[in-house]
């Protein structure tokens, strides 16, 4: 597509000693979309054709029928969340509750658009999931002190901890937003990577329409994450669920205002919600590569939770999904009290004495928000494979010496 010589009859006998029929058949098809010119504008809303295959897939995906109409082609997830965020926002009072931990795109946004974060803590004990007793004080205390509370973030997969929500979890959280009259933010870019057989994933989407709810809800997708992590194409979508046809002839306008999504970004969308088939040339090699990436992922994930789990002072949920595991540590208090002394938080200062020790990088607790008095950090388990039991005797050897070196007492 970016390089259409390579479809003239002058060169397709070389291009098909290159590329499979089914990629050079679906070449022509995309670029058909935009009448063979990939840099120019679409529509504000995305490609008519491509959303309209976003919408075939999460038809079979839930089993419920999606419309291309509700449905917005982005740039990333991100700047869904952010066109979202921007219509929520009236004014400076407007609170979004967020779980902690949270993916720090959340508070930044709502920093940036001087709007409040409300948040709620997500349950370590049960796997990182939501207390509706939970939501329901974060939410009371809020609305008491004056927020306007209009929204709740659920990021499921999640994104620092690896947990993946249960079908009757969700339920339960549609019923408090229809209850409490919040519209849902399903940040669900990492439906794809799911570990556990006993918490697969289900969209919100899914139990929205099985529990026949008129709450409201958009719900975020992006190519960056899954086995195919095209993360720099910048290619993602929201679709919109029970919203007023006022509210999305305004999100038109936001759209209207960046001209389009980046039609590359829209292609590799468009690939994502409908990749190769049975049948077709490409499918061997496309289920073969797919999985094999899975696999590997599935297993450095267990790999790395039971590394975690047998070091001294350090527990960790199995990864259930994303691609991250946050595991708690137990700090002396004489680390606890040198890291302030110096100025610093206790996991910032563990976590940078791990990168000086061992080349390892991880991000403190901190970072992302944690129950006051608890200490963290998030991994990813993204190292190759075949440098895994390298990555895992870094921290092996670190965890036990560095910080008890700072008093001189064993961690």
Known sequence: MEYTDLLKPEMIEMTRKLFPEDAIARAKRNLGFVGNAAGAYTHSLGI??????VAKFIEERDGFPSHPDNICLTSGASGAVERVLDVLIAHSNVGIMIPIPQYPLYTATLTHMDAKAVPYYLQEEKDWGLSISGLKEALDAARASGTDVRALVVINPGNPTG????????????????REHLVILADEV??????????????????VSQEHSNVELFSFHSI?????GECGRRGGYYEAVNIDEAVMAQLLKLASVSLCPNVQGQMAVDVMVNPPRPGDASYQQYAQELDAIFQSMKRRAKKLAAAFNSLPSMTCNDAQGAMYLFPRVEFPQAFVDEAKALGQVPDGLYCMQMLEATGISVVPGSGFGQVPGTFHFRSTFLPQEHLFDEFIDGFKKFHPVVPGQVRGEPL
């Not at 960056?224 to 195919?228: H, P």
């Open 224 to 228: 960056s994450k899954g086995m195919i």
């Open 48 to 53: 008519q054709e491509i959303r309209e295959d």
């Open 190 to 207: 990492y439906q794809t990577n799911i570990y556990t057989e006993t918490n697969p994933f289900v969209s919100f989407k899914k139990v």
């Open 163 to 178: 947990g993946s929500l249960s079908a009757e979890n969700i339920a339960e959280i549609v019923r408090f937003c229809e």
